[in-house]
């Protein structure tokens, strides 16, 4: 089974509506990492989180990290067009906090409709 | 700052072939970590260098080599290619001295496709 589990696997959203996804780990994470990846390209770093509690906003999107129950997740407010990719969610969950050797989820495709 | 920069971006190999890819990190970084993209298994740890040397090692098989120069660049290796090596291979560079309190960066990737 996949260490990291995101849900959905794809979703399509008008411009202008919240959406919210989901990251779960079946083991202890050191460390929360969400990534933004443009179809065939590289990753784009949005936000880190270390601290059961912690939620961080860049712009209209806003990540939290729920340690207890081993899951983090992501919420985009008012959608708009450039939010569209495949969001990605990788965590430290082998190496004891090293944060060098990141285990990933299978990604998160959103489309936003204009 | 410069980004991590990786060529070549788009390689075509046969099977059997070996290919080599280089990765140049973000001034300052001196760990770099390979990942292998595919559309069936996602993003897989391939290895971390540090300082020239190996610190971290995924599943990968002995045909996955890589190393890493004093200027903190880094190669990985493919030999005796397979179809199922057709992937975006991502490399990612940190500091690399705050283990738990460093944020890995992307390279855009080199797309390789084994025919």
């Known amino acids: 089974s996949q260490e990291l589990e995101q849900s959905p696997q794809s979703l399509i959203v008008q411009e202008g509506k919240n959406l919210t996804i989901n990251c779960t780990s079946s083991k202890t994470l050191y460390g929360l990492y969400w990534y933004k990846q443009k179809y065939g390209e590289g990753l784009i770093f949005l936000m880190m989180l270390q601290k059961g509690g912690e939620e961080k906003s860049h712009e209209k999107i806003t990540a939290k990290l729920d340690e207890k129950k081993q899951q983090s997740s992501l919420h985009i407010t008012a959608s708009q067009p450039s939010h569209a990719g495949i969001y990605l969610c990788?965590?430290?969950?082998?190496?004891?906090?090293?944060?060098?050797?990141?285990?990933f989820g299978k990604g998160t495709l959103l489309t936003v409709n204009p | 700052k410069a980004g991590v920069t990786q060529t070549p971006r788009y390689l075509i190999k046969t099977r059997g072939q070996q290919v080599t890819l280089s990765c140049s990190p973000i001034s300052g970084h001196r760990s770099v970590s390979w990942y292998q993209q595919t559309p069936g298994q996602g993003l897989q740890f391939l290895f971390e260098?540090?300082?020239?040397?190996?610190?971290n090692k995924g599943n990968f098989p002995g045909r996955f080599s890589g190393r890493q120069f004093s200027n903190s660049r880094s190669e990985m290796n493919v030999s005796t290619l397979e179809l199922g090596d057709s992937a975006l291979y991502l490399c990612?560079?940190?500091?690399?001295?705050?283990?738990?309190?460093?944020?890995?960066?992307f390279g855009p990737g080199t797309r390789l496709l084994v025919l």
């Open positions: 990612a560079s940190s500091p690399g001295r705050l283990a738990g309190k460093e944020t890995q960066y």
């Open positions: 260098y540090f300082s020239e040397t190996q610190r």
């Open positions: 990788g965590a430290d969950i082998d190496s004891g906090g090293s944060n060098y050797k990141l285990t």
